[in-house]
């Protein structure tokens, strides 16, 4: 008999019969007269008698004041409102407007762009980048017009529109205004643009000059940029739209002109009125216009430009001389008042007498039964099941009663279930830690095994991976059957329950291999006496790599439980073998890079090629002679090779020179050692070599440089090249001179020792024999070569290693979406790069409601796609410049760069009903949602941002909660 297991199948499926059988619900067929809801029909019929109606009428004048009252805070809050986003966009304009023209690097560049006497080509290159800057500027932002830059005499150099380049704006008032003000941007209020019949604003700022020497910003000033907004499709939209604005809701934009107050804004009742429509001040009409125009705040109910009635609340806008006012007809915004006094006496009088006839009525019929209730849940509390719940009763109370009774079989056995699937998480959760503990693929394996054996109470096990060059699959690790079988290769064959796992993807088992079934047993393993198995595939970024079978020696069926044990497992020992692989990989790829990087070094320097390579066989054959741990090899042989990197910022006047240098020039070749130390000191896996690159010019005397260190303050892998070093100097051929014999060398490493060599170090070279020691440097000849020729490549394989060991470091596996650890490195970027370019970085904190509760109902699979499904809505409605992690168990944490608080709410709000619409089985998904900013003029520590997310995520919590019940 065997069984496949749709990789298909939903979860949600199995869950929702598992939940009709935990809480049976038991039929609601009673007969009339016995039913609470009967009787309590019956007592609503009996209450004819209506004794206080005089108190709703009382509550009815109440009712209007507070209808009164409610309309004014609505418009107060609206103009509130709509004050602090016309200071906000103003103030965004001008953040553009100063990003472009407080900008010293941007002043550089137009300084030499205005130089006669600069380079052409330079000048095109940097025109080409300041327009690209503009462009990009007026792309990202509705409503820019144009965004163009003029010199002091007003022509135009760059602009957006290239048929305005060349054009003479001296003439032009908004120009001469900011150019006249050197000090700060400058905006030139809402004007009137014949030519294309829009109101329109310009936004400047003035570039300055440069002390071309050293780079300091001037008084004088170069040119200006200039920013044309058109407001139909900025400010206009944002004043106008508010909630509840109804027929005659209206907002008013004006600023006061001589004896009069303009209109800036369309109005609603009258046509063409932008900038055309004036009212004299001291009219007893449009007093809230003038009033605000005049920088007065305030609410007044009075007539509007019509002569209608209005309640208006008016605003001042600080530093640009507007008002701004919203107002509504008194009819309109009173309307609510007409009926609503009858309305709401009788309502109140019905409630109030129904809720006292209702209450005497049931604390009768319901506290006894209701009691018991309640002593039998807190027994179940206690952890006692045996319960017995017996109302002699044929109404709802007694059906509950019934209800409860089966409840606590269900959850008795829900509660022995549970204490299994917590030993599973467990056994999962002790192998995922021995797997992230070693690189090492035996013990993986081993590891994998032990736990799928114990895990699924099978006698047996083997892991299988597939072959890459041909299509056979090979034995790698085994339990419990003899070990002679590793290494047995058998093709991958469909018609084995392995090979079926691998090529199907899916999970297969066989309950008794001496019965027929489609799939036969290799004779090596039917042998052994297997009875049954079950195999399933090992998974890693959608493709199998392998399987992992289990064996009993006796007939058995393996659960969903067996089936879901064993996959977990296989699947988190096929992301442990591949994060193995590809740290082997990198590993490999850094030292070829290395390798490389010495040799195109060595090729710098005409006098020392090869140089670097033949020290490093001198230096490994030391630390070979003087037995050091295998962990300090690697760090020695970097150091080595990378002894002279330094020497990049050595001139090539001096490395190359032909005669003897100068003392100057000594100078700058002895700083080499620093150089090099400073260009590995931001590496951390070449922080031991950074000492040895370093220290290699330091002696035994402490005559040596950059530190004059001696004896055993000196690095050992320093000392050890050190010596290698000089032998190298003293044999090479030289420009100057011939390589000298060995004999010459050994007798200057002689002379040397306790001088400027370790002694223990002279001593392990003297035990190496003439022959060995000469021969050393032609074992890396070849190396060398394949070093220079596969470069390109080499970088090629590194990148895409290192990228595919980022993604398995920094995804969670289970969601797709970045970790915390991740999530915590790229805030804390975007609160620097925020810090340092002035924006905004909103954060959202994102949480399940109950999800435990949900998890410990229906499972930790049920639970696992309510993450993916909320890992996917996240994902869908952000930017791909947003990044979403998993914070915790049911949490994900959401950073949008560059984004205002208001931006994040709405986002927010847009990830809360796609959870609320989604299609879900179980229920709607429930977010509980949190959201804090950041800012760089009020910065707030990464600690602090989150803290306030996650206060922010508590309250909305409750008032759900409280909504809820």
């Known amino acids: 008999m065997h069984h496949a297991i749709n990789k298909h199948q939903k979860p949600d499926q199995i869950i929702s019969l598992r939940r009709a059988w935990f809480f049976p619900v038991p039929e609601m067929s009673l007969s009339f007269f016995s039913s609470l809801r009967s009787r309590f029909l019956f007592v609503l019929l009996g209450l004819t008698a209506l004794p206080i109606i005089l108190i709703a009428i009382s509550a009815s004048y109440g009712a209007r004041q507070t209808i009164q009252l409610r309309v004014k805070a609505r418009l107060e809050s609206v103009a509130d409102l709509k004050k602090g986003e016309i200071s906000r966009w103003l103030d965004d304009r001008l953040n553009d407007i100063r990003l472009l023209g407080d900008n010293t690097h941007n002043e550089e560049l ?38 163009l830059i003029v010199d002091t005499s007003g022509k135009v150099i760059i602009s957006t529109n290239s048929e305005h380049i060349g054009l003479d704006y001296s003439n ?55 920013l044309n907004v058109m407001l139909d499709e900025t400010i206009y939209p944002l004043i106008e739209d508010w909630p509840d604005k109804g027929e005659t809701g209206e907002t008013l934009l004006v600023r006061a002109d001589g004896e009069n107050t303009i209109f800036l804004n369309p109005l609603r009742f009258k046509a063409n009125s932008t900038l055309d429509f004036y009212v004299a001040n001291g009219s007893p009409d449009a007093l809230p216009a003038q ?60 409630m109030l007498f129904i809720i006292w006839g209702a209450a005497v009525w049931l604390s009768r019929a319901l506290t006894n039964p209701l009691a018991q209730l309640v002593k039998s849940t807190k027994e179940v509390a206690a952890g006692n099941y045996a319960v017995d719940l017996s109302l002699d009763r044929e109404d709802e109370i007694g059906k509950l009663a019934d209800s409860f009774q089966a409840m606590l079989s269900a959850v008795q056995k829900s509660h022995s279930e549970l204490a299994a699937h917590g030993e599973e998480v467990e056994a999962l959760y002790t192998l995922s830690g021995k797997l992230l503990g070693t690189l090492n693929i035996a013990d993986n394996l081993a590891n994998a095994l032990e736990q799928a054996i114990l895990g699924t109470s099978a006698d047996a096990g083997a892991v299988l991976l597939a072959n890459t060059n041909d299509n056979t699959i090979t034995l790698q690790a085994v339990q419990g059957i003899p070990e002679t079988l590793i290494g047995q290769v058998f ?136 037995n050091l741990p295998p962990n300090q090899l690697a760090a020695i042989r970097r150091g080595a090779l990378l002894h002279d990197i330094g020497k990049i910022g050595v001139p090539d006047a001096i490395l190359r020179k032909p005669g003897a240098l ?60 050190a010596l290698a070093d000089t032998f190298d100097a003293i044999t090479s051929n030289r420009p100057y001179r011939e390589g000298r014999p060995y004999s010459v060398a050994r007798e200057e490493i002689v002379r040397g020792r306790r001088i400027q060599f370790d002694p223990q170090v002279v001593d392990a070279f003297l035990e190496i024999p003439e022959k060995e020691w000469v021969q050393l440097p032609n074992k890396d000849e070849a190396k060398t070569d394949s070093i220079n020729l596969n470069t390109r490549t080499l970088a090629i394989e590194e990148a895409e290693s290192a990228q595919t060991i980022k993604n398995l470091s920094f995804t969670d596996p289970l969601t797709g979406v970045y970790t915390r650890k991740y999530f915590n490195e790229f805030l804390a970027m975007e609160l620097h790069r925020s810090n340092r370019y002035d924006y905004k970085v909103s954060l959202i904190l994102v949480e399940i409601d109950d999800f435990n509760t949900y998890t410990d109902t229906y499972g930790q699979v049920a639970g696992d796609e309510k993450l993916q499904v909320t890992a996917k809505l996240i994902n869908n409605n952000i930017r791909r410049m947003d990044l979403a992690a998993r914070y915790s168990a049911g949490k994900f944490a959401i950073v949008l760069p560059e984004t205002f608080e208001e931006g994040a709410r709405r986002v927010a709000e847009k990830i809360r009903q796609a959870a609320l619409k989604h299609p879900y089985e179980d229920g709607q998904i429930s977010l509980s949602l949190g959201v804090s900013v950041h800012t760089s003029q009020n910065p707030t520590s990464f600690e602090k941002l989150i803290e306030a997310a996650d206060y922010e995520l508590m309250l909305d919590k409750q008032r759900l909660k409280k909504i809820a019940d």
């Open 110 to 147: 137009l300084q030499v762009i205005l130089d006669p006497e600069a380079d052409p080509e330079q000048k095109k290159v940097f025109t080409s980048f300041l327009a690209d800057v503009i462009i990009n500027m007026r792309q990202a932002r509705d409503g820019y017009n144009e965004i």
């Open 172 to 226: 032009y008032p908004a120009v001469a205004e900011i150019l006249a003000t050197p000090e700060d941007a400058v905006i030139y209020d809402i004007y009137f643009d014949n030519d294309n019949e829009l109101a329109e604003m310009i936004f400047g700022h003035t570039f300055h000059a440069l002390n071309p020497s050293t780079g300091e910003r001037l008084t004088s000033i170069n040119g200006a940029v200039l």
């Open 291 to 350: 009033y605000s125009a005049a920088g007065q705040e305030g609410l007044i109910q009075t007539t509007d430009y019509r002569g209608i009635p209005v309640i208006a609340a008016y605003r001042s806008i600080p530093h640009t001389g507007w008002g701004y006012v919203v107002k509504q007809d008194v009819a309109e915004a009173y309307a609510p008042l007409t009926g609503f006094a009858r309305n709401l006496i009788i309502i109140s009088v019905l």
């Open 491 to 626: 093709p991958i064959d469909a018609h084995t329950a392995p090979g079926h796992a691998l090529t199907r993807q899916e999970a297969v088992f066989t309950s008794d291999t001496s019965s027929p079934n489609e799939f036969h047993i290799p004779p090596q393993i039917e042998k052994l006496g297997v009875k049954s198995l079950l195999a399933v595939p090992m998974l890693v970024d959608g493709k199998a790599i392998g399987a992992l079978v289990i064996d009993t020696f006796t007939p058995r069926d393996f659960s969903e439980d067996d089936i879901r044990v064993a996959q977990s497992i296989a699947n988190q020992t096929a992301v442990a073998l591949e994060r193995a692989r590809l740290f082997a990989d990198l590993s490999t790829s850094y030292d070829r890079t290395l390798d490389a990087l010495s040799a195109a070094l060595d090729t710098r320097d005409n006098e020392t090629e090869g140089h670097s390579q033949r020290v490093v066989a001198y230096t490994m054959s030391l630390v070979e002679r003087l």
């Open 662 to 721: 100068s003392s100057e020039e000594w100078e700058i070749i002895r700083r080499h050692p620093e150089w090099g130390a400073h260009i590995l000191s931001g590496i951390k896996f070449l922080k031991s070599a950074a000492e040895i690159v370093h220290s290699h010019h330091e002696r035994w005397d402490g005559k040596g440089y950059p530190q004059g260190l001696k004896d055993t303050e000196i690095p050992l892998g320093a000392r050890i090249f």
